[in-house]
């Protein structure tokens, strides 16, 4: 996510702390090569005049000039300037009776029904009551998409003849979800240009007769600049509450993000990083402002564990490593959680100073490689995961067979799991004061 951005952005703040005091001029010229990183990331072009501006004012303050660790300083002013520039945490509004109506718009493919489905599936792990309303008639088999989606995850879908008009539609499904006490309404409509006078209207006609409460537009976060044009246009024309920017996760740039609040003053509301169903982050400032700088996110971390890992399971995991008990067994339980949460690469990229190893290990590798760490243990017996200290050659080389992996790669990881075995019996005993190692021969 924004690694190109990270990139610069971090060359520029490591020359600087090369240095002692910072004159005026190397603020300067550190500010230079942060407006070119900021272009470059296709951010709009007022917004980084201002976003520089604002920094250059404090940079060449007492703040910083009169500061122990000047380059710290600096860093510190760019990251509270980002989290500025980003706006402010804007949760979805369900204030007031239900049913609450969310209308979900944008262009054709920028993936709103997907959306539609990933926002059914949040909004119901914070106890609501979701209804999905295909509403998209034009698109090819939109309505099938929708149903696929609801049947996947469990939740309704309000659909009708697609030669119903979508006002009438999205009409019938609000009194479907007050009638069956349905808490939010989620209408699906379909993807529509900005400059297509005739759908616009009809999507100022669904707002008029539907009351919603909120009107995201569903935007590519990968269009840049393209994408704070649409969000402008489409707000001029229906008046929007919020954002939701989808392919984030894809997003070298960040062009979009740092833009959007900015030009439009619509806040974003979520973040698409992934394909599956529940790859949707509440937007909060200051943990992409600190996942651009480099520094992790530790926070959206600590909620995706809290959501995907069994908490009796840890607890009993880190009471067999206090015990210096935990075996393959235990480990391969835990491997099964960690998956749960999201690619290997995207949970190193929010841990502070693991961006850079996130940044070199692509998402298809790291993932190939805990497969593969997967299979070695899959394919021992459940005495040999119990008791790895019986795993003698011929046995590894079964393994190695039966999980389509090479001997050394067995050999690797046996021998790094008696090293973490060993420093689990040093905390037994006292004597441990380091971090656990990893798995570094098999990207772990």
Known sequence: MFDTLSEKLNAVFKKLSGKGKLSEADVDAALREVRLALLEADVNFKVVKEFLARVRVR???????????PAQTVIKIVNEELIRTLGEPAKIDLSGEPPH??????????GKTTMAGKLALHLRKHQQKPLLVAADTRRPAAIQ?????GKQLDVPVHSESDTVPPPTICINAVKRASDGAYSVVLLDTAGRLHIDDDLMHELEEIKQKTKPQEVLLVVDAMTGQEAVRVADEF?????????????VDGDARGGAALSVRSVTGVPIKYLGVGEKLDALEAFFPDRLASRILGMGDVLTLIEKAQENLDQDQARQAAEKILKAEFNFEDFLSQLQQIKKMGPISQLLGMVPGFNQMAKELPAEVTDAQMQRIEAIINSMTRAERQQPEILNGSRRKRIANG?????????QLVSQFKQMQRMMAQLKSGKGRGMFPGFPGLGI
């Open 145 to 149: 998409q929708l149903q696929t989606l």
């Open 403 to 411: 999980s389509g992996t090479s001997v050394q790669e067995v050999n």
């Open 59 to 69: 940079a060449i303050g007492i703040e910083v000039m009169q500061s122990l660790s």
């Open 101 to 110: 109506v969310v209308m979900l718009i944008g262009l054709q493919g920028a």
């Open 235 to 247: 707000n001029k024309r229906v008046g929007l509450t919020g954002l939701i920017l989808t392919k």
